[in-house]
């Protein structure tokens, strides 16, 4: 199988460089390297430059490059054109990672596996993912298997072991893989989402409703960069619920309940007599 990992980015330039060398120590490397620039004309000189520290010269990668729709990030769109280019260079497993995130030593390996058995060749597979805490300078494999320590809001099966599950809001677009023949059924994100929060929820709902599985692969472990995060994130307000609204519509419930009802209570949004979310300060 040709497998490739499918990157979007904008700034996280560093989060960037640790990925590449992640990608490179990897007992199976990626046969491509897809990475959208989102509004970041720079992202090629990152890759380019990027000393793996394994021997094995600079990172490489195909870069592609979009705009961003009227200052926000088109994540959806990006991921679609990132899986696009990987398919149209002959990838039958596509590998999606945030770039905050390092793959660990054996993740693409063991989502390769799972791929190849045939009671996961129609499911979305989604492994692991660690948080780590800040580091001042370049990340070890030593240091991030030291520090595994999987996301307790997920299934975390024993290494070699696949879950199926059922709650698909679990789904996150942080660290999954999906066999070409999968995404072809997904259809991939929907576009109408942009800026933060919501597309990742409905490419789940999407998967329930059209049959595919949730596998949750014990030992694809992925390491999730720190950075600044608030929480709720109240700096993207705007987008969550325009999203939020978008996937109403979509599938006639509201997705990220906890954020949007934070921001009620917080007095940043209000629910309609109809329960319609507006942003406080919209027209009725």
């Known amino acids: 199988m040709s497998l490739a990992v499918v990157t979007v980015v904008s700034g996280r330039h560093e989060h960037l460089r640790e990925q590449i060398r992640g990608l490179a120590r990897s007992t199976r490397p990626p046969d491509h390297h897809v990475v959208i620039a989102m509004g970041d004309p720079r992202i090629s000189d990152i890759v380019a430059d990027t000393d793996t520290g394994?021997?094995?010269?600079?990172?490489?990668a195909t870069v592609q490059y979009m705009d961003a729709v009227d200052g926000r990030l088109p994540l959806a769109h990006a991921r679609n054109l990132g899986a696009q280019?990987?398919?149209?260079?002959?990838?039958?497993?596509?590998?999606f990672l945030d770039v905050d995130c390092i793959p660990g030593p054996h993740m693409l390996s063991i989502y390769e596996l799972a791929c190849e058995d045939s009671s996961n060749s129609t499911a979305l597979l989604c492994g692991p993912v660690t948080y780590l805490p800040p580091h001042p300078g370049r990340w070890s494999e030593e240091e991030l298997i030291?520090?595994?320590?999987?996301?307790g809001a997920r299934p975390s099966p024993a290494v070699g072991a696949v879950e199926s599950g059922t709650n698909y809001d679990l789904f996150w677009s942080l660290s999954f893989a999906v066999t070409a023949r999968t995404w072809a059924q997904l259809g991939g994100f929907f576009e109408g989402y942009t800026g933060y929060g919501g597309e990742d929820t409905d490419l789940g709902a999407t998967a329930r409703a059209s049959g595919i599985g949730l596998r949750w692969v014990g030992g694809a472990h992925a390491y999730h960069q720190h950075h600044a995060v608030s929480s709720p994130p109240v700096e993207h307000v705007?987008?969550?619920?325009?999203?939020?609204?978008?996937?109403?519509?979509?599938?006639?419930?509201w997705p990220m309940?906890?954020?949007?009802?934070?921001?009620?209570?917080?007095?940043?949004?209000?629910?309609?007599?109809?329960?319609?979310?507006?942003?406080?300060g919209e027209p009725l």
């Open 54 to 60: 394994t021997g094995t010269g600079t990172g490489t």
């Open 85 to 95: 280019t990987a398919l149209d260079q002959g990838a039958t497993i596509l590998v």
């Open 146 to 151: 030291a520090h595994t320590n999987p996301h």
């Open 238 to 253: 705007d987008d969550i619920v325009r999203n939020a609204r978008l996937f109403h519509t979509r599938w006639s419930r």
């Open 257 to 280: 309940e906890g954020w949007l009802a934070e921001f009620e209570r917080r007095g940043l949004v209000a629910r309609t007599a109809s329960g319609r979310i507006r942003r406080l």
